[in-house]
């Protein structure tokens, strides 16, 4: 494959959200649907035996919360998707800060019965700063929380963001029957099982006017779905994607990540829309990840995992250019090559 053409097939982005808003269960269930894995983790579960992928640390399997951001990959519709889980809590929070210079876009994972969290207003402002894109994950549907539209004016309020839904559900709580896909245009119908990888859709083009939604969703829930349906129509702008590139429009998505619910809809949309590598600002000039020439920065060090021995991992964002192993490459602030 050429040289361009494996630099526009590479997404990289990070998931941020304040503690416990199931950043790393969302994780897992990329990575299932990825086929990196054949089983979701789950970070505190009596049913799940399983611990999660990217909670390898044994402090992070013992208190169920992410200490510190970890890196991992998949290939999905042949794209190449570098995962990065950072940590929620502020205690943590200079690892996620410094994962943000790293990352090319972000997804930020909202707690729907919590809505928008202290840390979560402070990571976002910092994507606000560097303009990076944003796409909107609310979590834990499935569970009694806030109105969907009470919650994306929340968003809009708190974090600044101007939002437009890409999926909508269809009910909330005990009442949760699924989520409507504006994206695709299809249902998606909740059946609560976790176990099924992927929920069986049924096309709806036209929601307005067709009778199948009463005998799918049941009358009520119908009509008040083609009530919001016109209400997003009308309040909410069109996606457009040069806007979300800018970081002027977020896209909103929900679903229940511990349930697979919803994953599958942020993930397709997610590979469609979310940019290749941009450039990168340096002290002297803009990079372009399109020069030959190798340049990256450690964004990351994890030292002394290995109790055995005395152990040093770099993480590079190779920002330009191919790297290879066993090759010298200068260091710009020792000025040597390493």
Known sequence: ??????????????????PDAGKTTLTEKLLLFGGAIQEAGAVKNNKIKKGATSDFMEIERQRGISVSTSVLAFNYKDKKINILD???HKDFAEDTFRTLTAVDSVIVVIDVAKG???QTEKLVAVCRMRNIPMIVFINKLDREGKDAFDLMDEVEQKLGLTVTPLSFPIGMGYDFQGIYNLWEENINLFSGDSRKNIEETIAFSDVQNNPELDKIVGQKAAEKLREELELIDEVYPKFDRQDYLDGKLQPVFFGSALNNFGVRELLDCFVTIAPSPRPKDSETRLVDPKEEKMSGFVFKIHANMDPKHRDRLAFIKIVSGTFERNKPYYHVRQKKNL
């Open 1 to 18: 494959m050429s040289f361009l053409k494996e630099i526009q097939r590479r997404r990289t982005f990070g998931i941020i959200s304040h």
């Open 86 to 88: 950072t940590p929620g």
């Open 116 to 118: 928008v969290e202290e």
